[in-house]
């Protein structure tokens, strides 16, 4: 059941980052839940992708993405059998991000919002089940947040 | 967070409702035509009236004076026997007649009881005296005179003549009167005409009055209107603006942060550490330093914003950096990658490249070419000279790692495609991505 992952960067496979992150593993017990989970990560700002891919690395996640557009996205969404979870961004240069959270909620995969608009009322009336997390957030919130969704 | 627009705009100038004033003074108006209208129907009548009693009188008068001169021939030629006393007779007679029709006529035109009577009383006591007259002038032409001026002396034509004459003057007087009358009733109505008319003025000058004051009014409150439209639309492009430049500075606080952290990863000395964030965070500012505080849809000049990121490479007016292509506007949305991505070039080139050595140069080139589905494509070149044989950046190092991974996101948050060569001559970059 539990088979420990090993502690490589998928998103940086070739890359060749070695694996002694600051602020490394262990920091929290919610982390644990998503060792070996697939985590898809929709984020239009490169930087915050990369971040997040890291972060999300860290805690020993496998990264599906992170998908930089809305079509990236829902490509990934219908081509990828195994989703456990998924942080997505809003605003995907100006276009919502709805369409991938209707693929993910059709398929009961839990996700958490990311955005700069605190509009935390509006998503939760559309997606009651999602939850929200204003940018600017810490990754580590995000992977509380989502591995909290994932008891 | 978002400031509430004001949106209440203040109530437009009200304009009362002028309609009843108008209905009165419409109202009025007509009441007042109608008056002068009356008012000269009923002068002209008593005028014409009036004229008609004066037509009676001189017609009565004719009647009167023929039958005196009739009465003066008959004489003459009774007591001369003289023919010629029966020519102004004869021409009496006529005038008699004449005006004895002209009266009738003028007194059935202005039908009276009392003038028909008086009439045919006249008429009778004409007719007998006329008849008098002729008998007495056809018994003188018989060679009779005596019998005739025995007639005469019997006081007959007389008592007629004066009988005529009461009636007559009975008639005069009394159409003398109902002249009076008319004449009266005409300048009573013509008194009446004057404040009338006047009344009629002032009423009109009113109404002129009334329709500028509506005018002006209305003028005023479709300017003020205007006004408050224009206000409530700058008002909501300020508004547009201040959301779209707090989710730009929101934007650029998560791209900042993940700068530390990510920059905060793997080994460096702390020194160099915080020279790569400073580094970082400054080629960040310095490819935002040309957006201005326009809409989601500002267009940002490509040549400045790659400028002003090699800016500290570039030395001494530029020799080191050459930067060439057409006018391109990128939306705004893209200056963080473009930046970070000539960023990274320039680091690379600066640590293993021609920025490493004296002499060494970059030559930034594009050109806009026809994109794939419409639109342009940027194709651009990065091309390295004068530095040492560059190395091939494999991923040895956590450094070049990192930039790599973070430079291919930032192609693929552009919708671009990167390919990277080392030849020896120096390192090459071939960039490209759409623009709109």
Not at chain 2, 180 to 201: D, Y
Request: some cysteine; glycine content about 8%.
């Amino acid at each position: 059941m539990y088979t420990p992952a090993p502690l490589s960067f998928p998103a940086l496979r070739g890359g060749g980052l070695s694996s002694a992150p600051i602020g490394g593993n262990g920091r929290n017990r919610f982390g644990e839940r998503l060792l070996g989970k697939h985590v898809l990560i929709v984020e239009d700002e490169a930087l915050l992708a990369l971040e997040l891919e890291l972060a999300f690395a860290d805690e020993g996640a496998e990264i599906v993405g992170p998908a930089l557009s809305l079509s990236h996205g829902v490509m990934l969404v219908e081509s990828t059998p195994q989703i456990d979870c998924a942080v997505l961004d809003v605003d995907l240069g100006g276009r919502d991000v709805f369409p991938i959270a209707h693929a993910l909620e059709k398929r009961s995969i839990p996700f958490v919002f990311h955005t700069a608009h605190a509009r935390a009322s509006t998503l939760s009336t559309l997606f009651p089940r999602s939850e929200t997390v204003v940018k600017p957030a810490r990754p580590e919130d995000l992977v509380i947040r989502l591995a909290r969704l994932m008891l | 967070m978002q400031d509430q627009p004001s949106t209440g705009r203040r109530p437009a100038l009200r304009i009362r409702s002028r309609a009843p004033v108008l209905v009165a003074i419409g109202a009025t108006l007509l009441a007042l035509g109608l008056a002068i209208g009356q008012t000269i129907v009923s002068q002209r009548a008593a005028r014409v009236e009036g004229r008609a009693s004066s037509d009676a009188l001189l017609a009565m008068h004719e009647v009167l004076e023929a039958t005196l001169d009739a009465e003066t021939g008959q004489r003459g030629y009774l007591l001369t026997h003289k023919i010629a006393y029966l020519e102004p007779y004869a021409d009496a007679r006529r005038r008699l007649d004449a005006s004895l029709k002209k009266l009738r006529t003028i007194l059935h035109a202005t039908p009276g009881d009392q003038d028909d009577r008086t009439l045919e009383r006249l008429s009778a006591l004409i007719g007998a005296k006329v008849a008098e007259l002729d008998r007495t002038i056809a018994l003188t032409r018989a060679g009779r005179n005596a019998e005739a001026l025995a007639l005469v002396d019997r006081d007959v034509g007389k008592r007629e003549m004066d009988t005529i004459r009461i009636e007559a003057r009975r008639l005069m007087d009394q159409k003398r009167d109902s002249r009076l009358t008319s004449v009266a009733r005409i300048n009573r109505l013509e008194a009446n005409l004057l404040p009338l008319i006047g009344v009629l003025g002032l009423m009109t000058l009113g109404l002129v009055v009334l329709a500028m004051v509506t005018e002006q009014r209305r003028a005023a409150a479709a300017a003020e209107a205007e006004q408050a439209e224009a206000l409530r639309a700058a008002n909501e492009r300020v508004n547009l603006l201040a959301r779209e430049l707090n989710h730009r500075v929101k934007n650029l606080f998560s791209v900042i942060l993940s700068i530390v952290s990510l920059s905060a990863r793997g080994n460096a000395p702390r020194d160099v550490m915080i020279e790569d964030i400073r580094a970082r965070i400054r080629a960040l500012a310095l490819a935002h330093s040309a957006t201005q505080g326009g809409d989601g849809n500002e267009a940002i000049d490509l040549r400045t914003t790659i400028a002003a990121t090699l800016e500290p490479y570039a030395l001494n007016n530029g020799e080191r950096v050459s930067i060439a292509g057409p006018d391109v506007a990128v939306p705004v949305r893209m200056v963080t990658p473009i930046g970070l991505i000539v960023h990274e070039l320039a680091t690379n080139a600066a640590k293993y490249g021609a920025f490493s050595a004296e002499g060494g140069k970059v030559r930034v080139s594009w050109e806009l070419v026809p994109g794939p589905q419409g639109g342009a494509l940027v194709r651009l070149a990065w091309r390295e000279e004068g530095g040492p044989p560059p190395a091939v950046p494999a991923g040895t190092t956590e450094a070049s790692g990192f930039g790599t991974r973070m430079i291919a996101l930032a192609v693929s948050q552009l919708g671009g495609r990167l390919e990277r060569h080392w030849p020896a001559a120096g390192a090459i970059a071939h960039f490209e991505f759409p623009v709109s």
